[in-house]
Nanobody
Framework: QVQLVESGGGLVQAGGSLRLSCATS????????MGWFRQAPGKEREFVAA????????YYDDSVKGRFTISRDNAKNTVYLQMNSLKPEDTAVYYC????????????????????WGQGTQVTVSS
């Protein structure tokens, strides 16, 4: 059974930092591109960042570029999202997702390309 479990969310003031983690089990982690998405109340789910299977390639939405960093530890089957200089508009439920890749590292920003999802963790940034 595949499981993705996010943690690390919480309440932080604008300008602060949080580090999200997504621990996975039941899958061969190193064969999956991993992504982070978020959904704010009343809004569509949106792409945040993705990372290649080896961790050597990353892709960010323009809204978080330079502030957020995605990374992974294949020995721990875990992907991370370091979020700095947080803004109130970053408030959302953050989800990690796994995209099985057989031959290449296509870093997709499209949610339906991902095979597995976590349950989400709430991030609230106060002004």
């Amino acid at each position: 059974q595949v499981q993705l479990v996010e943690s690390g969310g919480g309440l932080v003031q604008a300008g602060g930092s949080l580090r999200l983690s997504c621990a996975t089990s039941g899958l061969t982690f190193s064969t999956y591109v991993m992504g982070w998405f978020r959904q704010a109340p009343g809004k569509e789910r949106e792409f945040v960042a993705a990372i290649s299977r080896s961790g050597g390639g990353t892709y960010y939405d323009d809204s978080v570029k330079g502030r957020f960093t995605i990374s992974r530890d294949n020995a721990k089957n875990t992907v991370y999202l370091q979020m700095n200089s947080l803004k109130p508009e970053d408030t959302a439920v953050y989800y990690c997702a796994a995209d099985r890749q057989y031959f290449s590292d296509h870093l997709s920003s499209i949610g339906r390309d991902y095979d597995y999802w976590g349950q989400g963790t709430q991030v609230t940034v106060s002004s």
